[in-house]
């Protein structure tokens, strides 16, 4: 007779087929929160860069374009997720972004994981596998390497 395992000897991924630690694990909050954080600093540095003014450094940081800014984010994760396997941040973290089923994640998966991430909310919910409600949604899951 098959046993069900009890919510304490389950990890997040367990569900999904994947290991507790390791590659291919689930990453971890810390891990994405300052991959998010390192992928929001480049889209704002494009963002100062490219579409401000002024004479200096703090008076274009100050004057920072958040549409520019949102829009270079979400560029930057739909333009790496599919050639790269991740964003620049989730690879300096050593993280990437599968798809569930095997095979190359495309280009529509990003997109719907992208827009959602952009809403914020639905990356703030998650799932028990923590699993943001942006990568459910998109049939993705964010591993470690």
């Not at 507790?20 to 991959?35: E, H, M, Y």
């Not at 827009?115 to 943001?132: E, H, S």
Request: proline share 8%; aromatic share 6%.
């Amino acid at each position: 007779m098959p046993t069900q395992s009890s919510p304490a000897t389950d990890w997040p991924g367990k569900r999904l087929g994947l290991p507790q630690q390791g590659p291919r694990s689930i990453a971890r909050a810390p891990r994405r929160l300052i991959a998010v954080a390192l992928d929001w600093a480049i889209a704002t540095t494009i963002s100062v860069v490219f579409f401000t003014s002024g004479e200096t450094v703090l008076e274009r940081l100050g004057a920072s374009n958040p549409t520019a800014t949102l829009i270079a984010f979400a560029l930057l994760q739909v333009l790496f997720i599919p050639t790269l396997g991740g964003s620049l941040g989730h690879l300096a973290l050593g993280m990437r972004v599968v798809p569930l089923n095997s095979g190359w994640i495309g280009v529509l998966k990003p997109v719907i994981r992208t827009a959602l991430l952009c809403l914020f909310i639905p990356a703030v919910i998650w799932d028990r596998d923590q699993r943001g409600m942006h990568d459910r949604l998109a049939g993705t899951v964010l591993v470690r390497r």
